[in-house]
């Protein structure tokens, strides 16, 4: 599996924008840029993904650099309970490959009040 | 839809005692997954079914542990013979066919063994 880099940890105050960095210098042309989140005492939970181009969901923003090599995770106004684990994963889709999921250790965003 | 369901939350455990857990998945998911997550560490996969059959097994996944999906509905992971190393947080998910879509996990299961 393709290898993804992020920060130990960041982080940032209450209502303040947040960008979380992820190098991904080994992607392939069929691996989707995943992030995943995972608060306190729970379960993974789905951010967003996406291959190439930027998207936005109602959690967040994916900005996804041109050469695929590094992504940004954009919350736009942190709250207290967006403090979790941030997951960025590549996931393969193409071939036989059923899309397994392989978690780093990820980024503990801290928010403060 | 009630999201993913695990039971128990909460195994204590004497070592070599034997435990089993349940996953429930999304009803429409034909995929399920386990994985594993000790403190401090992301979820580590131990396992992959696809309806009934079991796809993929990990290397973590030694001969102690089984995991079974009878009918393509719920699923079991059993632990013989705890050991302490066993301590973990073991988690389910479940997903669609369909490539794209994200994983539901559920809240897991937390094994202590003591």
């Known amino acids: 599996d393709a290898k993804t880099t992020q920060p130990n940890s960041m982080e940032s105050n209450e209502e303040e924008p947040v960008h979380l960095p992820c190098n991904h210098s080994t992607i392939s042309g069929t691996d989707y840029i995943h992030w995943y989140r995972q608060l306190p005492s729970q379960g993974p939970e789905y951010v967003i993904h996406?291959?190439?181009s930027n998207v936005n969901n109602r959690m967040a923003s994916l900005a996804i650099a041109e050469d695929r090599k590094s992504s940004t995770l954009i919350l736009h106004r942190a709250t207290l309970r967006d403090a979790a684990v941030y997951y960025c994963i590549l996931r393969g889709v193409g071939g036989t490959s059923y899309g397994k999921l392989t978690f780093g250790q990820g980024t503990i965003l801290t928010v403060h009040p | 839809d009630t999201g993913v369901s695990q039971d128990p939350r909460h195994k204590i455990t004497k070592r070599g005692q034997n435990v089993t857990f349940r996953c429930d998945p999304i009803?429409?998911?034909?995929?399920l997954y386990w994985y594993r997550q000790t403190l401090g560490q992301g979820p580590e996969f131990l396992t992959y079914?696809?309806?009934?059959?079991?796809?993929?097994k990990s290397r973590l996944l030694s001969d102690r542990f089984s995991a079974e999906r009878p009918k393509g509905s719920f699923s079991t992971l059993e632990i013989q013979r705890t050991e302490q190393g066993d301590s973990a947080m073991y988690l389910c998910?479940?997903?669609?066919?369909?490539?794209?879509?994200?994983?539901?996990f559920g809240s897991g299961t937390r094994l202590t063994v003591v």
């Open positions: 998910a479940s997903s669609s066919l369909q490539p794209l879509k994200g994983y539901t």
């Open positions: 079914f696809q309806n009934e059959a079991q796809l993929e």
């Open positions: 009803s429409e998911h034909n995929r």
């Open positions: 996406g291959l190439t």
